[in-house]
């Protein structure tokens, strides 16, 4: 059984561990790899939700969109889940 995550651990995820996972796998160009990569956005939008993260999350995905806009299978993936 995993500990319960405390308010460092989430801090750590929301900051920096898991994303920095996110951009390879938007850097694969596939369709997998956008899918995975959005599904891993929603799990950090929800989490940062739960732990009064939600504005440094807007802050990432907004950099995040930028570094990306000519992506727009991305951009779409991540609106169709509610990302923004």
Known sequence: MFPK?????????LDGAAWARVEPM?????????????????DLKALAERHEGSA??????AALRRTHTRK?????????VHLN
Do not use: C, H, M, Q
């Open 5 to 13: 995550p405390t308010r460092r651990t989430v801090s750590d995820l």
């Open 26 to 42: 938007i850097t694969t160009r596939k369709p997998a790899g956008y899918d995975a990569a959005t599904a891993l956005l929603a």
């Open 56 to 61: 440094t999350f807007a802050v990432r995905l």
């Open 72 to 80: 727009p299978t991305l951009i779409e993936n991540s609106r169709a």
